[in-house]
Structures are given as structure tokens and as C-alpha cells.
């Protein structure tokens, strides 16, 4: 009979712990999607700073300063996002370890497992955040770049 207990603990601590795996997978998709803008700023970046070095005009070397600039800024937003989910999925793992390890252990982590899940949330929103800045950043400089196109070409 205590080992059929047992096995239903386990089992409830599993039901318990897929919500948090699931919100795991959720992070792992922005991940992949913040890693290829990433990936698509930097070889950016590249062109820009190769076609910066050979630019005979001053002007022209201006503007792709301009627009070096706000790649960093992209690639430093970027960069804090990945960094917030990276923190918030690790606080989800350790949300996992800790509802199986306080009931094998028999403790009530119930508070420390309340302030990592709460913690991942915030690490979440604000790495929701960064990344609307970033994609708003990247709207930015695609409108600039084309006003000043037109303007050239009146």
C-alpha cells in the first residue's frame, strides 16, 4: 500500500510539473526566433561595416555610421532578451527540480517555488519587452532609411 502511494505522489508531482514544462517549450520558440533576428542583425552589421571601409564618399559613410549605431542598439536588445529568457527558463528547471525534491524530501517549498515562478514571469515579461523594443528599433530605422531615400530622390 505505501508504495502505491508513492507512485501516486510521483505521478501528481508530474501533472504538476508539465505547466512549467510546457511554458519551457514556449521560451525555447522565442529563443529560436530571437537567435535568428540576432543572427540577421550581426551578418547585416557585416555588410555594413565591409561596405563602410570601401565607401569613397563622406556622406555616404555618414549614414552607414548612423546605421551601424542602431544594429548595436538591435544587437544589445537582442542580446538582454535572449539573456531574460535564458534566466527565466533556468527558474523554470529549477521550479521542476524543486516540486520533485520537496516532495521526495517531504519540505514545503512552496514559497520558494511561488518566487522562482513568479521571477520567471517577470525575467519573461521583460525579455517580451526588449524584444518589442527591438522589432519597434528595427521599424525605426527601416522607415529612416527609406524617408531619406525619397528625399534624396526629390
Known sequence: ???ITAI???AGVIQLAVAPVFLLAGIAGM???LSSRLGRVVDRFRKVEARMLSEPHDDHVVLLQTETRGLWKRIRLVNWSIRMFVTSALLISLVIVALFFGELAG?????????????????????LVLFLVEVST?????????????????
Not at 110 to 126: E, P, R
Not at 138 to 154: C, F, R, V
Open 1 to 3: 500500500m505505501d508504495q
Open 107 to 127: 519540505l514545503d517549498l512552496s514559497t520558494t517555488i511561488a518566487v522562482l515562478f513568479v521571477g520567471s514571469m517577470c525575467l519573461i515579461i521583460l525579455g
Open 31 to 33: 529563443l529560436n526566433v
Open 138 to 154: 528595427a521599424t525605426q530605422h527601416i522607415n529612416q532609411g527609406i524617408s531619406e531615400i525619397l528625399e534624396e530622390a526629390n
Open 8 to 10: 501516486e505522489t510521483i
